[in-house]
């Protein structure tokens, strides 16, 4: 259900009566990483401001049910770009820094999808989702092939992995970026020397300290997960991030505005190490977590200025989303927790990051295309994982058969158009290795726990049983009446808890949904 005013649905009218089938906006989706439904002030925060966010969900379609696929980060990006529960692959965990391209070349994906219509691609920021050969992984210092380029992509400047894990380097196409031949980069999983420098020999030179797990190498005063050497000329500062994303972009946009394109910007805000630039650092009064949620913003504002600069505003779908829900504490001790005060990143929701209770992957959602889609809020649930069927409808591109097999055409519910359903149900997923899922048909949760669950994000106010080791039985929530999940009505309606486990099996063992 979406409410809009009269004078909106007038203009949306207008504005419909002049696109149809087949038509070739540019596409741009803006992932935000760990950012969770009460970050962001359009969705009720009250401790903090993000006004880009919230203008592009004033001027936009704001959802309230808008889902990733998996509560981390590796899972939905493959899910996003191949239309395919992660599930249903092995090794679409959390990528390792030095794991193979989880994405071989010959699959299906958005971006080639979209290069079927003409669509020039790109993606630029954090990737994970491994680069190189199975069995044989990245070449660091050669070509570091497949990647993104053997998969649709006719761009791409990246973040290899994710920042709290080696290398910081950024790779451009197929290679490290200002990378010395003669000074190559060795990336490993055993320390490389007894002297070579770590967070657990080194803590005192720290100018953040790691809480768990990230007491590696050292680079830019923060250790990491993994080892590496080498690649001095092309090392990055964690605080030039976001300004590189936005300049490259910058320039990308720039020399591809003439014909329709395809940006994923994928940000590496709110993602742990948080070191925001230095003019936001102290900014939030919610600690580097808050600084990086404004400097997210202040991305997403610079995202729509350069479409404005450029004139295709009015001809570009802009969708907003994030990876996975939020966390507090992800390995380093940089006051998320401590300076929180009253500030709730998961909004009504219980759990968070690698949980799959809502807070997981319930997270921000909004569709903006100027003169297009009416301003307004929408109830329908759609999700990542529907975007190449989504946009390939939206272009006339048929979707084959063997392709995207749980992505489901909601463009007319990401559109705002009136009347137009989203999805009926929906899987979601942890990291992928426990067996623990949720399944949402309808305002009825069903919850598959079989291994611990994370800790709950402060605020949540969770039962301990949640995250008890062990089988733990299904349970069964009515989200209409209990948002948080805090209510098993197992017992009391013991037909929809069958209803709901015989569906998640089906879909399960069928190997697609759609």
């Not at 590496?268 to 808050?290: A, I, T």
């Not at 990086?292 to 504002?301: E, K, R, S, T």
Request: charge should be negative.
């Amino acid at each position: 259900m979406k409410y809009i005013t009269i004078p909106s649905l007038l203009a949306f009218l207008c504005a419909a009566l002049c696109v149809g089938e087949g038509e070739k906006p540019n596409i741009i989706v803006i992932m935000a990483d760990d950012l969770g439904y009460g970050d962001v002030s359009a969705y009720g925060a009250t401790e903090i401001e993000t006004p880009h966010i919230d203008q592009l969900a004033k001027d936009g379609l704001r959802f309230t049910s808008g889902y990733c696929s998996a509560s981390t980060c590796t899972p939905t990006r493959y899910s996003m770009l191949t239309g395919t529960y992660a599930f249903r692959k092995k090794g679409t965990g959390i990528a390792p820094p030095n794991g193979p391209s989880v994405i071989q070349p010959g699959t299906e994906t958005l971006p080639s999808l979209l290069k079927q219509a003409g669509y020039r691609t790109a993606v630029i920021g954090k990737w994970h989702l491994g680069l190189g050969a199975p069995g044989e992984g990245p070449d660091w210092n050669g070509e570091l092939k497949p990647g993104p380029l053997e998969i649709g992509f006719d761009y791409c400047y990246l973040l290899p992995t994710t920042n709290d894990r080696v290398p910081q380097v950024y790779v451009e196409n197929h290679r490290v970026k200002d990378l010395d031949p003669d000074d190559p980069l060795w990336v490993g999983r055993k320390k490389p020397s007894p002297g070579h420098p770590t967070g657990k020999t080194h803590r005192d030179s720290l100018k953040m300290d790691w809480s768990h797990g990230h007491n590696g190498t050292i680079h830019n005063g923060i250790s990491r997960i993994g080892f590496y050497t080498g690649g001095q000329a092309a090392r990055f500062r964690d605080e030039d991030l976001a300004d590189e994303w936005v300049k490259q972009s910058r320039r990308w946009i720039t020399e591809n505005k003439d014909r329709p394109f395809f940006l994923f910007f994928a940000s590496h805000d709110n993602h742990v190490p948080r070191m925001p630039h230095e003019r936001f650092q102290g900014k939030s009064g919610l600690g580097y977590r808050g600084d990086a949620i404004l400097q997210l913003d202040w991305c997403v504002g610079e995202l729509m200025e350069i479409l404005r600069e450029q004139g295709i505003e009015e001809n570009t779908l802009v969708v907003f989303c994030s990876d996975n829900g939020p966390v507090l504490d992800d390995g380093y001790k940089d006051g998320a927790r401590e300076e929180l005060g009253l500030h709730e990143p998961n909004g009504p929701w219980s759990g968070g990051k690698y949980s799959v209770l809502e807070g997981g992957t319930r997270t921000p959602f909004i569709t903006y295309w100027k003169g297009r889609i009416a301003p307004g809020v929408s109830r329908e649930m759609v999700c990542t994982i529907d975007f190449p069927a989504s946009f390939a409808a939206l272009n006339g591109v048929d979707l084959p058969e063997k392709a995207a097999l749980d992505s489901m055409n909601v463009i007319g519910a990401l559109l705002g158009e009136p009347g137009a359903a989203g999805r009926s149900a929906l899987v979601q997923q942890d990291n992928g290795n426990g067996g623990n899922f949720g399944y949402r048909k309808g305002t009825w949760k069903l919850v598959r726990g079989r291994a611990q669950y994370t800790q709950p994000v402060a605020g949540a106010n969770l039962p301990k049983e949640i995250y008890r080791r062990g089988n733990i039985e299904d349970r069964l929530y009515d989200l209409s009446e209990d948002p948080a999940e805090l209510f098993n009505l197992a017992v009391k309606k013991p037909e929809k808890l069958v209803e709901l486990q015989q569906e998640l099996d089906a879909v399960i063992q069928a190997g697609r949904s759609r």
